[in-house]
Nanobody, 123 residues
Framework: QVHLVESGGGLVQTGGSLRLSCAASGFTFRTYSMGWFRQAPGKEREFVAGIPWSAITTSYTESVKGRFTISRDNAKNTVYLQMNSLKPEDTAVYYC????????????????WGQGTQVTVSS
């Protein structure tokens, strides 16, 4: 059974940093592309960042470029999202997702989802 468990969320001041982790189990992690998404209150879920199984490339939504970094450790079955220079508009529930794919999948194509972790950035 597939499990994706996010951790590392919390309350941080504007300009602060957080590192989210997503521990995966129940599938062959190294053959899956991984993504981070977020959903703010009253808004639709949006793609934040993605990384293929090889980690040879990454993809980010424009609003987080230069501030967020996605990475993965295939030996630990874990994907990370380092978030720096956080802004109040980054406040959301952050979800990790998985898709068996050689390359980066379309944001709408992910198969498995975690339960999410809350990130709150105070002004």
């Amino acid at each position: 059974q597939v499990h994706l468990v996010e951790s590392g969320g919390g309350l941080v001041q504007t300009g602060g940093s957080l590192r989210l982790s997503c521990a995966a189990s129940g599938f062959t992690f190294r053959t899956y592309s991984m993504g981070w998404f977020r959903q703010a209150p009253g808004k639709e879920r949006e793609f934040v960042a993605g990384i293929p199984w090889s980690a040879i490339t990454t993809s980010y939504t424009e609003s987080v470029k230069g501030r967020f970094t996605i990475s993965r450790d295939n030996a630990k079955n874990t994907v990370y999202l380092q978030m720096n220079s956080l802004k109040p508009e980054d406040t959301a529930v952050y979800y990790c997702a998985a898709k068996r794919s050689l390359g980066l999948p379309s944001p709408s194509d992910y198969d498995y989802w975690g339960q999410g972790t809350q990130v709150t950035v105070s002004s």
